[in-house]
């Protein structure tokens, strides 16, 4: 969804690659010394983290769920490095390479570390990396995982550029001696490369800081690192000069200032920096030679300036051309868009922003918006619901198992997570780990937790008259003692209503009961000195039909995702409400049938006259009812109404198009959303079905993709 963002990183490959060749030409060696120092060991040095940083942003996300997408990142830089190997081949047996001794161990070593030739190190580095990056996420999430890659950092920082003072203790020599053993510098996969692909990864994930903070925090930081580089050279401090301290700060920022450079895609780009980089050392070594015959030693090699710009322009030369043939000459594969290939939802994340103001603009001050997102996310889709959400500032979830409390955390979210369902006092380990909210649901629950002798958070749920979970709201002191068990720690109590969306008079004193029923067992535990930090009562009807009540927190789910349960139907409040959720497909034939032929299984469908049909790919088993079947459901079409015709098959149904001009195999259709003033509205279909739109909205997503939008 932000490909616009990609352009800054695109134009930034290419300086990073010129980076690369004047680290590897010295430029103003003849100029200046601490010049060159400044050009090529400090600002230069922003090059390589930048890749990292921005395979990392590309691949590590939060989501790490989806292994083949890092397999295909490994697969990819492997066979690169492989024929980067090859085409170096030549220059390492000219340098007398294959005849030192010790020559498989040293392989072995620059195979998995140090390249096998000076440049190629960055290859290994980046496999490696990726993999520690993401391995890390997946087991210790977002926070965790920095705090261990920037450990990683420091360990390697202080066999770098801070080697000068970790030398002077014998302890700390002796490690890095055996280290060196195994890589000729920290500078690698393990020590260096981890933290960028994971600040990359991050950086994707986070809502955008302004331009104008990361202007000012990259010069800050910057200056700063020139100022710790001229300190550590003055007292000769590094054994390498590859890692500062400061350096993943400049890159923060500096990658944060990347992404505000919006515009088109320049993958061209991407491919000339990769070829920049692997055969600017090709050219130096052939560049000698040449020199020499054109008599131009002097001025080809030995005049800095001229041998960085002569190397960087016949590399640039090189790339460009061998890019250009590559892609006219490349066998030509069709590409289509995965995600939305066959059916998909697609998530508005604008319009979810604007349910959750309009929500929070109904609550009273002090009440936090808890996001129900249980069912991934009612069809939504969990992860990216809640990825939204957290960027809004949402700071509190509710689910309904412990698996998918766990899945959240993995996926980095913050904040608290309440579990609504019963979880088994044998998972109370994994309670504890992922830090999720448990509910209590009765006595015998609340001391089974208790017997696990782990301190775990609860809330306790009270039963006011739903007769679902929960502690019957007249067993004060039942709900006492549970208050004061030792291992439970009592963060929250809270009910469910049960006829909160209806506005009869009937209904609404049997809300009014529960309500207060509920309030008198809170006070009854005040009176025993028990402090209750968190209350909640409403869903979304609640926080519509009873806006008035003042709680810590309202349980949002179905308004959130900008519907309500059923169509038209009345509360007191009436935010205005944008759905968040459309399902899409596409036509994928077309067929015409004469009068009389029939259509599907049961021929449930006769044709009365020559009809046009489309099939779409889309079927019950991805959540579409089959009670939509034979015209009690529809599509959008060219933004036409198309109904389904005949029964609704588990992966595909057919749909009438005779009177819709222009429809083409590829012709998306819209099975739920709004296009040029038509809609197709999910309660509406709930109701087509008899069921509410919780449930419609719940079952889809088994099978579907989730593509994220925003205007
Ligand atoms: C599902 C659920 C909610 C959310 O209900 P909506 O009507 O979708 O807002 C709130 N509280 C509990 C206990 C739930 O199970």
Redesign the pocket.
């Known amino acids: 969804m932000r490909t616009k963002e990609y352009t800054g990183i695109d134009l930034f490959r290419l300086a990073a690659a010129f980076f690369m060749v004047a680290i590897h030409t010295s430029p103003l060696a003849d100029v200046s010394e601490t010049g060159d120092f400044i050009l090529t060991r400090v600002l230069a040095r922003v090059g390589v983290p930048f890749f990292f940083m921005t395979s990392g942003f590309f691949l590590i996300s939060r989501d790490v769920c989806h292994t083949k997408r890092l397999w295909d990142f490994e697969k990819k830089t492997a066979v690169i490095y492989g024929a980067a190997i090859l085409l170096y081949l030549p220059v390492n047996v000219y340098q007398g390479y294959f005849q030192t001794e010790h020559f498989l161990p040293k392989l072995l070593k620059a195979l998995a570390f140090d390249g096998t030739l000076y440049h190629l190190w960055y290859l290994p580095a980046a496999m490696l990396g990726a993999l520690l990056a993401w391995g890390l996420m997946g087991k210790l999430g977002e926070r965790r995982a920095l705090a261990a890659a920037a450990v990683l950092y420091l360990v390697g920082l202080f066999g770098d550029s801070y080697y000068g003072l970790a030398e002077r203790f014998s302890g700390v020599r002796c490690f890095y001696t055996q280290l060196f053993l195994v890589s000729d510098y920290t500078r690698n996969g393990i020590f260096f490369a981890p933290l960028f692909f994971l600040l990359g990864g991050i950086l994707a994930q986070k809502e955008r800081k302004k331009l104008s903070v990361c202007v000012a925090g990259f010069c800050v930081s910057f200056s700063l690192m020139l100022a710790e580089a001229l300190l550590l050279r003055h007292f000769s401090l590094q054994r390498h000069d590859s890692m500062y301290l400061l350096l993943p700060f400049c890159m923060y920022f500096l990658f944060g200032a990347l992404l505000h450079i919006r515009g088109r895609r320049l993958a061209f780009l991407r491919d000339v920096s990769l070829v920049i980089y692997l055969i600017h050392p090709l050219v130096i070594v052939m560049l000698r030679p040449a020199a020499r015959l054109l008599g131009l030693w002097e001025l080809l090699v030995e005049n800095s300036v001229v041998h960085f710009l002569v190397v960087a322009a016949l590399s640039a030369v090189f790339a460009v051309g061998g890019t250009a043939l590559w892609r006219k000459y490349r066998p030509k594969r069709e590409t289509c868009d995965r995600d939305r290939d066959r059916a998909y939802l697609e998530i508005n994340v604008d319009n979810l922003a604007h349910n959750v103001r309009e929500l929070r603009g109904l609550m009273q001050p002090g009440c936090e918006l808890m996001a129900?997102v249980?069912a991934e996310a009612y069809g939504h889709g969990m992860y990216e619901t809640a990825v939204h959400l957290n960027r809004l500032g949402v700071r509190a979830f509710?689910v309904?198992t412990v698996d998918e409390g766990i899945r959240l955390r993995r996926c980095g979210i913050l904040g608290e997570i309440l579990v609504?369902g019963c979880t088994s006092p044998g998972r109370v380990r994994e309670l504890v780990k992922y830090d999720l909210t448990q509910t209590v649901v009765d006595l015998g629950h609340a001391l089974r937790l208790n017997a696990q002798r782990r301190t775990v958070k609860v809330h306790i749920k009270v039963d006011t008259g739903m007769h679902r979970l929960g502690f019957a709201a007249d067993e004060t002191e039942v709900l006492a003692k549970v208050c004061k068990l030792k291992y439970l720690k009592l963060c929250g109590i809270y009910t469910?209503l049960c006829v909160s969306d209806s506005l009869a008079a009937e209904d609404a004193a049997y809300t009014r009961g529960q309500i207060d029923r509920f309030y008198q067992a809170l006070d009854v535990l005040k009176k025993e000195g028990i402090t209750i930090p968190a209350v909640h009562i409403q869903?979304?009807?609640g926080l519509l039909n009873y806006p008035e009540l003042k709680c810590d927190y309202v349980?949002?789910?179905?308004?959130l995702y900008g519907i309500l349960?059923n169509a038209e139907e009345r509360t007191i409040q009436t935010p205005d409400l944008r759905p968040v959720l459309s399902l899409k497909s596409r036509v994928v034939l077309l067929r015409r049938v004469k009068s009389g032929e029939s259509v599907g299984y049961g021929r449930a469908f006769v044709a009365e006259r020559e009809t046009q049909l489309a099939l779409l790919p889309v079927g019950y088993a991805d959540g579409y009812p089959r009670e939509l079947s034979c015209g009690k459901g529809g599509v959008l079409i060219n933004g036409c109404y198309a109904p389904v015709v005949g029964r609704v098959c588990m992966d595909q149904l057919t749909v009438d198009v005779t009177d819709i001009p222009n429809v083409r195999a590829g012709s998306e259709a819209l099975l739920i959303g709004a296009a040029g003033g038509e809609k197709i509205f999910a309660p509406q279909l709930a109701g087509a079905c008899g069921t509410i739109t919780?449930e419609l909205l719940s079952r889809m997503g088994a099978r579907l993709k989730n593509v994220t939008v925003s205007q």
Do not use: C, D, F, M
């Not at 349980?555 to 308004?559: F, L, P, Y």
């Open positions: 129900v249980k509710a309904a609504l469910h869903s979304s009807y349980r949002a789910g179905i308004a349960s919780n």
